[in-house]
């Protein structure tokens, strides 16, 4: 099967895929196994050792690098892991320009793990051209999100891809929050995307891990150099069940977005909302790039309580019964969160609000429940 001629919704089944040699089994096996027999000493049948390849691991590698229009695939055992083996890509002395919205453990990774080693860090906002002089002798790598976490900025994924080029930069984008139904950025000049698994593409909030896909030989061929020698990978059983929520991803996405959309205008009709974030408004800084470069808006939505601190915001949020308090995103259940106490704590406060991260923001991750008995689960909430 010839993956260059099928689309999205039939690589989300059958992308990178094949039944199983032996048993002819339609789901990849779960090969739960930590070593392979060799037949003499260096020979034997393309697996040796389970962290440097496994069965169903490959199978979850060959999706995602499908459904992302790219040629090679990894998996780790979390978002912060596939990051982690991008950043070490690079060497003492080395700058990554990033957008300076973006999430919580991104930046902690960042700012208290990488920057001990050397590698010096610039955050900037993305959402204009301007960012581009930010570019020095020292850059090697773009990281961006887009949409964003939790602000849901639009960045443009082709403007950047340019800007990478002429100064040979790996250009990263992490792609959680759009997912490749939504959006797919190699096929717009990246050449590595990112995702945390564990959100949209796993679905059922029940595995972590973290994903890389690209379409350069030279960078594949370090990624799995380095997931090897680091050792965070993804285990068998994980990989089934992300493989297993992938299949899914099209019907689900759908669903998201449609209930996003519900959700996102309901909100910015209610006289207790100040603001609302989501890329499908017209209002939206960052809308006319997200029509151009995302199929839809997706299911994330932030807005702020008006005239709230904290106390007030914390209990709204905690209110909502259908919508579970918890962090995370992308599961077919709706959650909510506390971006500022929950999955941007970590960013130093004073950061935090420069980009619209204030006590009195919510983010939801809106699922795929009636969207009835959601909107009425919020109106109830904002009642308090």
């Not at 929050?177 to 593409?201: C, N």
């Not at 020698?229 to 297993?244: E, I, K, T, Y």
């Not at 009709?269 to 997706?298: D, T």
Request: aromatic residues 8%; hydrophobic residues 40%; charged residues 20%.
């Amino acid at each position: 099967m010839d993956d260059k001629n099928l689309q999205i919704e039939t690589l989300a089944i059958h992308g990178g895929q094949q039944h199983d040699p032996s048993t002819g089994a339609v789901m990849p096996p779960i090969y739960q196994t930590s070593t392979y027999v060799q037949e003499y000493p260096g020979k034997h049948k393309g697996y040796e050792y389970s962290r440097s390849g496994n069965p169903t691991r490959t199978a979850l590698e060959n999706a995602i690098a499908s459904i992302e229009g790219g040629t090679h695939g990894a998996a780790f055992g979390s978002g912060l892991a596939a990051i982690d083996c991008m950043l070490k890509f690079l060497s003492p002395g080395d700058e990554v320009i990033a957008c300076n919205d973006l999430y919580g453990g991104t930046y902690r990774l960042f700012t208290k793990m990488f920057s001990n080693y050397g590698i010096q860090f610039k955050f900037v906002d993305m959402s204009n051209d301007q960012w581009h002089s930010a570019v020095s002798e020292s850059t090697k790598m773009l990281w961006m999100e887009t949409p964003t976490n939790p602000m849901l900025n639009v960045l443009d994924i082709e403007a950047a891809s340019k800007v990478a080029k002429a100064h040979e930069l790996i250009l990263v984008v992490d792609n959680t929050f759009a997912t490749p139904y939504l959006q797919r950025p190699l096929d717009l000049g990246a050449d590595v995307v990112m995702h945390s698994g564990t959100k949209y593409l796993g679905g059922h909030s029940d595995v972590v891990l973290g994903l890389l896909a690209t379409k350069n030989e030279a960078i594949a061929e370090k990624m799995y150099f380095i997931q090897n020698a680091s050792g965070a990978v993804l285990g068998p059983m994980d990989s089934f069940l992300a493989l297993r929520g992938i299949k899914t991803l099209h019907v689900r996405m759908d669903r998201h977005c449609e209930n996003g959309e519900a959700v996102a205008h309901f909100l910015g009709a209610h006289p207790a909302v100040a603001n609302v974030y989501w890329p499908g408004l017209k209002g939206h800084n960052g809308h006319e790039v997200a029509k151009r470069q995302m199929k839809k808006f997706g299911g994330m939505v932030s807005f702020t309580i008006k005239d709230a601190g904290f106390e007030k915001t914390a209990e709204v949020v905690s209110a909502l019964r259908v919508f579970t308090l918890a962090e995370s995103l992308g599961g077919v259940e709706s959650l909510a969160g506390h971006p500022a106490s929950m999955t941007h704590a970590s960013i130093p406060k004073e950061e935090r609000e420069k980009v619209g991260v204030t006590d009195n923001l919510i983010r939801l991750s809106v699922g795929i429940e009636n969207i009835n008995d959601l909107l009425a689960d919020l109106e109830q909430a904002l009642a308090k």
